[in-house]
C-alpha cells in the first residue's frame, strides 16, 4: 500500500481541491481516505467561505471519527473501530456502500497516523489519500509521497510564495542518511541548527526543518549545511491555488490572483513539476500515474 | 495531573488564570505562563516539563488558525503528541475547529468550568452539563379571583348575572354542534346531525370529500419524514429566566402547516419558550363546523381539526404549555371541547374582542362563549382573555372593561380566567401621547389598575411590544427584550412574545428570527436579575384613569342591562374607536 499526503502551506490552498483531482486521476485503484483534520465541511470554520466536497465510489475505504460519518451522505459500513480519538468522537475504519459525500476527520497526530497507516494494510488497499489541514504537516513524515499545495492564501506576496516553496523542495531534496551524524531529533529551530552550522547534522525529517518561521534564514542554512533527514516523504509536485479569502467588511469574499509566473519559475529554478489544479488537472494526473505505480 | 497553562495571545489570559484557579484548587499542579511568547519557547518548555495537560487559549483572529496549527505541528514535531493532551479554549473554538486545528479536545464560548475540569480528570460529563428541569407552571395557582372594589364587585356581579340569565335560555349552530361533536367523541355515529348544522364548505368536505380551496391533506409519507425528524431533533431544557420564577414565556404559531408547526415548537422549545398559542385560520372562525383530517394550507393560522391538533401535541415537549386560541368564532365551543381531547391546557375565550374586533356577531359569540366558558370550567382548562381590540384603536379601559366583564363571568362559571393587558404602543396611547417619553408608565399603569380590581393571574400579549417593532430585526429582539423585562419587574405570570419578523415576515415567521427574541429576552432576564425598572409618578396617574375609565365603562353597561346590546350599542367600544361589531354567525342565535 502506497500513502500520499497532501501537505497544504495555509488554509484554501487548495487541499480538498487536489484532494478530489487525486481521486478522480486513480480512479480504478483501491483507495483509502482519510484526513489529519477536518475535510468535506460546506463551509470553512474560520472564514465562512464554502468548501469543495469529498464524493467517494462505493468500496473506497474511510478512515474517519464517528461523528463525522454520520454527517456523510455516503452510505458507510463500518468495518473496525480504532483506539484513537478526536475532538468529534472515536476514529473508525468504514467502507462506502453506497456513492455519497464524506466529512473526514481522521488521526490528527503523527503517532496516530502511522498507527492508522499499520492498521489499514490488511485492508488490501492500493492506496490511502491522507488530506492536510490548515498549515499543518508534521503527521505527513510518516508517508510514502506528497503534494505540497500553496498558493495565495498562503500569501500574496509572490516572491514570499516562491521562496517559501522553493525552501520546502529544497527541504525535501534532502539526502536520507544517517552515517556519524550529530542527532537533532525533535523539534528543530533555527537558532538549533545554528549551533550546529558547522557540523553533519541528522534531523527527523524535512517537514522538521521547515516548521521553522524563518524562511530566508533557513534558505541560507540548507545551502550552507550538511543535513540529512531520517525518514522522507517523496514530493511529487507542487500545487499553486490563485484563489484565496480576502477579508472585506462583511467577513471573507473569494479573490484571486494571477499566479502564472509562481508556477512558471518554479518549474525553471527547481525543475519541480509545479500545477495550477484549477486549470492542469490532466497534468496532475500524468505525474500521478508514473509516481503511484 | 500537571497542567500548562498557555495563552497563546498578546494579552488576553483571563480564561487562563481562572482555570488555573479552578486546577489549582482541586490539588493539580499548573505551570501558568505569561502572555506574548515565542510559540518556540512554548514547546522548549513543553519538552522540559512534559505535563499531562497543555491547554492553549486563543481568541481567533488574523491568522490564529495558522498560528494553532503551527504550535500543533511543533509539539507533533517535538515527539509531545502521546505524552501530553493538547487543547484548545477560546471564543470562536468549536469542536469541528478543535479537530481540524488537531487538537485533542476544544471548548468554546458556552463551556463551563466543569467541563474542562471533567476532561482533565478524565470524568464522563454530558455536553450539554447540568440538566435542568422543567416542569409545567399552573399560572392560575394562587389567585383568588376577589374582587377588591365593592362597588367593581356590585356592577360586575350584575353584568355577569345577566348573561348568564341571558344566554341560558338561548342556544345556536355552534353550542349544538359542539353538544354533538361531544357525543361523536364517545362514538356515537351523528355526522349526519353534526354536518346539518354546517356551511356548505364542510358538508361538501365530509358528504362528497371536496377538499375546499387551498386546503391539502396531509401525506403518509409526510408523517413518517416528521417523526423522523422528531426523533431526531434533541436539546437540553432551557430555562429563560434568571433568579426569578416570573415570567413564563410564550411564543405563537399558526404557519398554516402542521410540520412547519412542530419544527417552530421545538425551535422555541430548545430556546427556552414555556409555552406556545395555537393560532387558527380567520376563515376558520367564520365557518360553521370544523373539518377533521391533517390538513395544511398556504394562509396564516393552522387549520383546527382534532388530529392536526394530536399531531401537534405529539411534537410538544412534556414541559411546554399549550394554549388553544378558541375565542373569536362561530365554532368557540367545539374547539376548546377538542383542545381539551388533544390535551392543551389552556384555551383562549374573550366574547368582547371576539366580536367586536374578531368579525363574529356579538349575539351568537355570546351564547357561545358563555358555553365554551362552561366547557373550559368542565375540563378545567384555565382560558386567556386578550384585549386585542386596543390596536383597533378602542381604549384600554374599555377593552379591560369588556375583559374583566368575561372574567367575572368565567368566575361565577366556576373557571379560571387570566388577563390579558397589551404591552404595546396603541393607536389610543399614540393619540393621546400617552407615551410620549416612555413605554413603561402606561403599561405599568394598566398592570396596577387591574391588580386594584382583581387578584387574577396577569399575562401581557399578544404579543408584548406590539406597534414598537420594526423591520430590523435586532430592533425588534430589543424592543421585546425590554417589555419582557418589564414584565419581570411588575412579577406578571407570563408574556407571549413575537419573533423579530412576525410583523414583516411576507408569508410565515422564520424559525432564526424567533431564536433572536428569545435569545434577547435571556438576556434582558439575566440583566435585571431581580431588579426593578422604575416607573415615573405618571404610572400612578395612569392607573388612577384607567380604573376610572373602566368604571365607567361597567357603570354604564351595567345600567343598560343587557350586555349584547352594549356590545352592539358600542360601550365597549365606539365604531369611531376601532370597534365593529362582526357579522359571523349574525341571526343564528335561538331561544329554546
Known sequence: MLTIGILGTAKNTGKTTALNAVIKCLNGKKIALTSIGFDGEDLDHVTGLPKPKVVVDEGTVVITSTQAARHSTAKLE?????????????????????????????????????????????????LLIVDGAINRMVPFQFVDRVIIATGAARTTNLDELILEAKVMVKAFRLPKEDNNRINLSGMVTIDRLQMHSRDAVLVESPIHLILADNYKRLEQLLEEMDIAVVRKPQLICVTVNPCYPERRVEGYELAKLDISQVVERLKRELDIVCIDVNKEENQLCEVLSKWCE | MKILLVPLDPVHDVAVKMLNREFSQRGHQTI???????????????????????????????????????????????????????????????????????????????????????????????????????????????????????????????????????????????????????????????????TELCDDLVRSYYKEKVIPKHVRLITQEEIKRLKELLSKSSYSPRVLRHSTDKPLVFVQYGTGCPFMDAMHIKVSEAWGADGVLHFDPSWGARCEGLLEGLLAHEEDGSIITLENLKLIKSALGESTLWCVR?????????????????????????????????????????????????????????????????LGGVPAHKAFAGMLAVAYLGVKLGAKPILKPLFCYSPDAIINKYMEDNYIDYNVGKVIALREIIDAPIWPGEPIGFMTHTEDRVQSAMTTALHAALGKSLELDAITVSSTDEAYARGAITTSARIDSLRAIADAFRFFGRAKIEPTKQAYEYAKMIKEGIYQTLQRVAERGDFVASLYEGLFGTKEEGANPGRAGRGTVRKC
Open chain 2, 326 to 390: 378558541a375565542h373569536r368564532g362561530v365554532n368557540t365551543p367545539e374547539i376548546v371541547l377538542l383542545a381539551h381531547e388533544a390535551g392543551a391546557d389552556l384555551t383562549k375565550i374573550n366574547m368582547v374582542y371576539g366580536s367586536l374586533n374578531g368579525g363574529s356577531d356579538p349575539e351568537r359569540l355570546t351564547v357561545d362563549g358563555v358555553y365554551a366558558i362552561k366547557l373550559a370550567a368542565k375540563f378545567n382548562m384555565p382560558f386567556d382573555l386578550p384585549t386585542n381590540e386596543e
Open chain 2, 32 to 194: 501558568l505562563l505569561p502572555p506574548d511568547m515565542k510559540i518556540e519557547e512554548i514547546v522548549q518548555i513543553c519538552q522540559r516539563e512534559t505535563p499531562d495537560y497543555i491547554m492553549v487559549s486563543r481568541t481567533l483572529g488574523y491568522n490564529a488558525a495558522e498560528l494553532l496549527g503551527r504550535f500543533i505541528d511543533l509539539i507533533d514535531a517535538a515527539g509531545l503528541r502521546r505524552k501530553c493532551k493538547v487543547v484548545v479554549g477560546g471564543k470562536a473554538i468549536t469542536k469541528e475547529l478543535a479537530a481540524e486545528l488537531g487538537y485533542d479536545a476544544g471548548f468554546g464560548e458556552k463551556t463551563r468550568w466543569e467541563e474542562v475540569v471533567a476532561f482533565v480528570e478524565g470524568r464522563e460529563i454530558s455536553a450539554e452539563g447540568k440538566t435542568v428541569e422543567k416542569f409545567k407552571k399552573e399560572i392560575t395557582r394562587g389567585y383568588s379571583y376577589e374582587i377588591k372594589d365593592s362597588a367593581f364587585r356590585e356592577l360586575l356581579e350584575k353584568i355577569a348575572g345577566q348573561i348568564i340569565e341571558w344566554a341560558n335560555q338561548r342556544t345556536s349552530p355552534g353550542v349544538e354542534r359542539a353538544k354533538i361533536r361531544e357525543r361523536i367523541l364517545k362514538g356515537e355515529d351523528l355526522l349526519d346531525e353534526y
Open chain 1, 78 to 126: 463500518l468495518l473496525e473501530e480504532l483506539p484513537m480519538k478526536t475532538p468529534l468522537g472515536k476514529i473508525s475504519v468504514y467502507r462506502v456502500k453506497q456513492l455519497g459525500t464524506v466529512v473526514l476527520v481522521g488521526p490528527n497526530s503523527s503517532d496516530d497516523l502511522f498507527d492508522v497507516i499499520k492498521r489499514v494494510q490488511q485492508y488490501k488497499i492500493d
